[in-house]
């Protein structure tokens, strides 16, 4: 096989395995395409990065110092939330992993490697063996159920206004002036949507 034909094999086996991850496991749980071009663009712009640096053999570790860096990089504008930035850190190892694995023709280890990333992610993402709750921070106009004696008929009074399952409720801040209260309800999501 050719170096040419090579090179355009392993680049399409990496941006394969980035596109299953962000197309399949990322993007169905946020459909933005705020950070699609940032994962997919860093793993490849990476990938081609290092097909040079072992052209010009440089060592790994050089290399591995220079993605450590890029791995860190926040954008100064728009920082990028944790869940964005896991995603980010795998998709800038991934070519690196499969750079040394296509370097070395290990074909089934790529696919297996690839496959374990995309179980482990996809198991994160479904929440499976995980109780999760979302939240909403609201303002409150009954300030007389804003009183420890009086908790079960706040979160009555919630429920039924919202429509939610409540579990609990966190009181942030009263403000007597206004008779009001900024509250913070704590619910099922699932339980409240069963299409989900």
């Avoid at 392993?10 to 994962?39: G, W």
């Avoid at 052209?55 to 110092?65: A, Q, T």
């Avoid at 995309?118 to 063996?129: C, P, Q």
């Avoid at 409150?140 to 429920?159: G, H, P, Q, S, T």
Wanted: hydrophobic share 50%; net charge neutral; aromatic share 16%.
């Amino acid at each position: 096989m050719s170096t040419l034909t090579q090179y355009v094999l392993n680049f399409s086996v990496n941006f394969l395995t980035a596109f299953v991850i962000v197309r399949c496991i990322y993007y169905p749980q946020r459909r933005s395409q705020k950070f699609v071009l940032t994962f997919l663009g860093f793993n490849t712009i990476i990938f081609i990065l290092l097909n040079f640096l072992a052209s010009i053999e440089l060592s790994m570790g050089v290399g591995f110092g220079l993605f450590a860096i890029f791995s860190i990089l926040r954008y100064r504008t728009d920082p990028m939330p944790s869940r964005e930035m896991t995603y980010l850190f795998i998709l800038i190892a991934l070519p690196m992993i499969n750079f040394v694995m296509l370097s070395q023709s290990a074909y089934l280890e790529v696919g297996l490697t690839t496959l374990m990333v995309s179980l482990v992610l996809i198991f994160l993402e479904k929440g499976w063996g995980f109780h999760f709750m979302a939240s909403k921070s609201i303002t409150y106009e009954k300030i007389d159920l804003i009183n420890a004696n009086k908790y079960r008929e706040l979160v009555a009074d919630l429920e039924e206004r919202t429509g939610l399952f409540i579990h609990y409720v966190d009181i942030n801040k009263i403000n007597f002036l206004n008779d009001t209260a900024e509250l913070k309800i704590y619910y099922e999501e699932n339980r409240n949507n069963p299409e989900s």
